[in-house]
C-alpha cells in the first residue's frame, strides 16, 4: 500500500483504442486517483468510489494516508451487484411504422420480424408475465411506430398500475387529444422524437416523403397543454449535429421541453447516414447544454444519467441495461437479450456473460480512466460492430471531458448547500434525488 498514483487528466487527451480481452488480475497496483485543477484549486478522485478531496494549488499533496484512505476501494465490490432482479421490461409492440427515417435502427438494420405486429393475446400474456416476474416495474412501449398497434398498448396501460411507470416512444402523429388525455390519466411518460427545426425533419419522413413538421410539433404542444408527461427524443446525425446548441435553445425557449434526450447515432447497416458523427462537436455543444440545463431548470438524459451516479456515489458497472435489469420482447412474444444483437450473424451469438466478462470494471485501460464510474461501456451493439469489444470508444473522451466538470460542480455544491445531492432535484426539474 501507500505508492503514490495520480493521473492528471486537466488537459484530456485521448486513448488509443485498446485490446480487448479481459485482465486476468484486474486489481491496480496501486492506489489510483485523478487529479484536475481548477483556477488555484487541484480535486483529487477516485472513479471507483467517487470519493474527492480538495487542495489549493501549491500545499503539499496529499499524505501517503490520505491517499490511501481516499484511494481505498472495496474490492469485494463487484459489477454483480447492478445485475439486479429485472424491474425494466421493453416491449416491441410492433416492427411496423408510418414513417421511414433514414437513420432508423429497426429499418436500416433489417431486424427481426420486421413489419410484424403484436397480437393482443401476446400482449395480454406479457402482461401476465410482468405481473408475476416484475410487478411494479416499469414497461417501455416501442417498436417501430408503437401507436399503429393502439390495441395491444392498451392492454399494457389498463393492465399495469397506475403508480407503475410506462413509457410510450413514438412519432406522435397519431395520437389525438383524446389519446394524449388517455396517456395523461395512466401516468405515462411520452418520448416523442423531434430531431431540431423542419429543415432537420427531412431526415423523419413518411412514406410519402413529409416531414409533417407541423403536425409533429401540434402533437408535441398539445402533450405539454393538456398536463401530459412528455419528453424529446432527439437523435443526433451529421446533418442535424451542427445545429445542436440551437436546436436546444429552441427546445427549451419556444418549445418549452423540460426533458431532453440527445441520442448519439447508433449503427445502422444499409445506411451510413450516422458515419463520420463529429464526436467533438457533440462534446462542445453538450458542455454548452449543460451549462444551460442548470441555468434553466432541464433535464437532460446523456448529462443526468451520469451525474447521477457521482452525486449518489455509485458505480456505473453497465452500459446498457440489457446485462442488467431490462428485458426484451418480439412482436411475437419471444424473449431477446437485444433486438440488434440479436438480428445478425456477427453478434447474435453475444451472450450476458460475454458482455459481463468485458465490461470496463474488468478492462486495464478503462481502470485507468477518469470515467469509468459513469460509463458502463455504452451501446454494446455499436460498441461490438464499430470496436470489436463491448465499450462504445466514440464516448471516451466525451465521458472525460463532462466527468471533470461535474466534478467541480458536485465540489461547489457540496460546499454551498447542506442538502446535496437532493437540492439537484431543483436545478435540474426532476424528482430522481429523493
Ligand atoms: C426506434 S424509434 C421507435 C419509436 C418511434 N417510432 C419514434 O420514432 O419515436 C425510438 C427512438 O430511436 C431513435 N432512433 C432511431 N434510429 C436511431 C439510430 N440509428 N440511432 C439513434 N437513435 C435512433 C428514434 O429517433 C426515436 O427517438
Ligand atoms: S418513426 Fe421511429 S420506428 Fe419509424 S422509421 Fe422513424 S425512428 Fe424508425
Ligand atoms: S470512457 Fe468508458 S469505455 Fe472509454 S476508456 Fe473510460 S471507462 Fe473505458
Redesign the pocket.
Known amino acids: 500500500m501507500g505508492q503514490k498514483v495520480f493521473l492528471s487528466l486537466s488537459a484530456p487527451s485521448k486513448q488509443a483504442v485498446p485490446a480487448t480481452t479481459p485482465d486476468d488480475d484486474y486489481l491496480p497496483a496501486a492506489p489510483l486517483l485523478h487529479r484536475f485543477e481548477r483556477g488555484d484549486e487541484v480535486v483529487y478522485y477516485n472513479a471507483f468510489t467517487h470519493n474527492w478531496v480538495t487542495r489549493d494549488r501549491g500545499a503539499p499533496e496529499p499524505t501517503t494516508a490520505e491517499v490511501d484512505e481516499l484511494a481505498a476501494i472495496d474490492f469485494r465490490f463487484t459489477p454483480l451487484e447492478m445485475l439486479a432482479d429485472p424491474h425494466l421490461m421493453r416491449v416491441e409492440i410492433t416492427q411496423a411504422?408510418?414513417?421511414?427515417?433514414t437513420?432508423?435502427?429497426?429499418?436500416e438494420n433489417d431486424l427481426d420480424q420486421l413489419h410484424q405486429h403484436m397480437s393482443v393475446a401476446t400482449a395480454q400474456s406479457l402482461l401476465e408475465w410482468y405481473h408475476q416476474n416484475m410487478p411494479g416495474g416499469t414497461v417501455m412501449l416501442i417498436?417501430?411506430?408503437p401507436t399503429l398497434n393502439w390495441d395491444a398498448c392498451k392492454v399494457f396501460l389498463d393492465g399495469m398500475p397506475v403508480e407503475a411507470g410506462k413509457e410510450l416512444?413514438t412519432?406522435g402523429i397519431l395520437l389525438s387529444d383524446d389519446d394524449i388525455r388517455y396517456l395523461r390519466d395512466r401516468n405515462v411518460s411520452i418520448r416523442m422524437?423531434v430531431d431540431g427545426f423542419e429543415r432537420h425533419h427531412r431526415q423523419?419522413v413518411n412514406h410519402a416523403g413529409q416531414t409533417l413538421y407541423d403536425q409533429v410539433i401540434d402533437r408535441f404542444q398539445a402533450m405539454l397543454r393538456l398536463g401530459a408527461d412528455v419528453g424529446i427524443n432527439c437523435?443526433m446525425t451529421p446533418h442535424n449535429l451542427p445545429d445542436m446548441v440551437d436546436i436546444h435553445h429552441h427546445f427549451v425557449r419556444e418549445l418549452g421541453a423540460r426533458h431532453i434526450n440527445y441520442s448519439i447515432p447508433h449503427m445502422t447497416v444499409n445506411s451510413d447516414v450516422a458515419d463520420g458523427f463529429d464526436m467533438d462537436t457533440y462534446t462542445a455543444a453538450m458542455l454548452e447544454i449543460y451549462d444551460d440545463a442548470k441555468r434553466n431548470g432541464v433535464y437532460v438524459a446523456q448529462i443526468m444519467k451520469r451525474l447521477a451516479y457521482i452525486a449518489r456515489k455509485r458505480f456505473k458497472a453497465i452500459g446498457c441495461t440489457v446485462i442488467g435489469p431490462e428485458v426484451t420482447f418480439y412482436p411475437d412474444g419471444k424473449r431477446t437479450l437485444c433486438t440488434k444483437l440479436d438480428s445478425h450473424p456477427k453478434t447474435s451469438s453475444v451472450t450476458p456473460q460475454d458482455i459481463y466478462a468485458n465490461l470496463p470494471f474488468f478492462m486495464s485501460d478503462c481502470r485507468q480512466c477518469s470515467a469509468i464510474g459513469i460509463c458502463g461501456g455504452g451501446c454494446y451493439w455499436d460498441a461490438k460492430t464499430r470496436f470489436d469489444r463491448f465499450q462504445d470508444m466514440r464516448e471516451c473522451d466525451f465521458q472525460r471531458k463532462l466527468l471533470e466538470r461535474m466534478l467541480w460542480d458536485v465540489v461547489d455544491w457540496s460546499r454551498s448547500s447542506d442538502d446535496f445531492p437532493r437540492m439537484l432535484n431543483d436545478v435540474f426539474h426532476t424528482k430522481m434525488f429523493g
Open positions: 411504422c408510418n414513417f421511414q427515417c437513420y432508423c435502427i429497426v429499418f417498436g417501430g411506430e416512444y412519432n422524437s423523419r437523435t
